[in-house]
T-cell receptor, first 115, second 115 residues
Framework: DTEVTQTPKHLVMGMTNKKSLKCEQHMGHRAMYWYKQKAKKPPELMFVYSYEKLSINESVPSRFSPECPNSSLLNLHLHALQPEDSALYLC??????????????FGPGTRLTVL | AQSVAQPEDQVNVAEGNPLTVKCTYSVSGNPYLFWYVQYPNRGLQFLLKYITGDNLVKGSYGFEAEFNKSQTSFHLKKPSALVSDSALYFCAVRADNNAGNMLTFGGGTRLMVKP
């Protein structure tokens, strides 16, 4: 299995809702990432998990809360989002966190719309 | 600090003609360089990478890239473009001494291949 899966594909939520995005990989990768991507722009790094521990938080607002329950799963919990948070949310993984030449494998993304 | 520049927002090529998508980078250490492609409403797909050694790197779908250290460039090339190559292309860099293991993306170049 050489892919990263993300659910749901699309999500529409109100500003008072609580929802979660899910990401899964079974490649044995020990680094996992959340990115936010606006239309026609490059992905912006949000969080990095190395060996299931949060290693980087790119000053993301607390309304985004990541969780890594095990080495294959990565969640992003959403609460009280703003319309400007509407974007494509991408999950990615790579082999060993310390090996900087490893490429990242991206999932298809979750298209989030906040009303 | 590390950065990537993709000087062209869009590149237009006729099918069957060679294509080049430009990328220049800046890092404080030795660079690891990557090219990704993104089709509409999809995640990023890895094409190729430069780690060390041969300056000409071959990747997926007939793409190749040439690393030029003196010009700090890593241009993506293909000898004969296909209409199906039309997509958004991102160049990315990570320095070998990047403690945070972060990948820096260029702004992206939209490739349009016309029949």
């Amino acid at each position: 299995d050489t892919e990263v899966t993300q659910t749901p594909k699309h999500l529409v939520m109100g500003m008072t809702n609580k929802k979660s995005l899910k990401c899964e990989q079974h490649m044995g990768h020990r680094a996992m990432y959340w990115y936010k991507q606006k239309a026609k722009k490059p992905p912006e790094l949000m969080f990095v998990y190395s060996y299931e521990k949060l290693s980087i938080n790119e000053s993301v607002p607390s309304r985004f809360s990541p969780e890594c329950p095990n080495s294959s799963l990565l969640n992003l919990h959403l609460h009280a989002l703003q319309p400007e948070d509407s974007a494509l949310y991408l999950c990615a993984s790579s082999q060993e966190p310390g090996l900087r030449y490893n490429e990242q494998f991206f999932g298809p993304g979750t298209r989030l719309t906040v009303l | 600090a590390q950065s990537v520049a993709q000087p062209e927002d869009q590149v237009n090529v006729a099918e069957g003609n060679p294509l080049t998508v430009k990328c220049t980078y800046s890092v404080s250490g030795n660079p690891y360089l990557f090219w990704y492609v993104q089709y509409p409403n999809r995640g990023l797909q890895f094409l190729l990478k430069y780690i060390t050694g041969d300056n000409l790197v071959k990747g997926s779908y007939g793409f190749e890239a040439e690393f030029n250290k003196s010009q700090t460039s890593f241009h993506l090339k293909k000898p004969s473009a296909l209409v199906s190559d039309s997509a958004l292309y991102f160049c990315a860099v990570r320095a070998d001494n990047n403690a945070g293991n972060m990948l820096t993306f260029g702004g992206g170049t939209r490739l349009m291949v016309k029949p």
